[in-house]
């Protein structure tokens, strides 16, 4: 079992960056699937970015294209979001999560909603981008 903290969330000017942080405590990231969610108000919860040692391609929704990247530190069992060239519609909090069965198809991870119960969350951080 895992628990996950988030911190970094913020407001930002469009065009800005921002980097979040997720620590897991109970047990080590590079054994799960982890990712980046989001939630937009009156919106479904999205998948962000999802990735896992075992699935060499890293699943991303494809508004981030270029501009979110996302990447673990093992040693500090930390995973990172960062946004850079942020838009008014990135606003959202965002969750990250970790998961055991989707650890060879991350892409299922970020997109199957119906399982998103399952996983292990953090508690959010709210992310508004606004001039």
């Known amino acids: 079992q895992v628990q996950l903290v988030e911190s970094g969330g913020g407001l930002v000017q469009p065009g800005g960056s921002l980097r979040l942080s997720c620590a897991a405590s109970?047990?080590?990231?590079?054994?799960?699937?982890i990712g980046w969610f989001r939630q937009a108000p009156g919106k479904e919860r999205e998948g962000v970015l999802c990735m896992s040692s075992m699935d060499g391609q890293p699943y991303f929704v494809g508004s981030v294209k270029g501009r979110f990247t996302m990447f673990r530190d093992d040693a500090k069992k930390t995973m990172y979001l960062q946004m850079n060239s942020l838009k008014p519609e990135d606003t959202a909090v965002y969750y990250c999560a970790a998961d055991l069965a989707f650890r060879y198809n991350v892409e299922a991870m970020c997109v199957m909603r119906k399982q998103y119960e399952n996983y292990y969350w953090g508690q959010g951080t709210q992310v508004t981008v606004s001039s």
């Open positions: 109970g047990s080590t990231l590079d054994e799960y699937a």
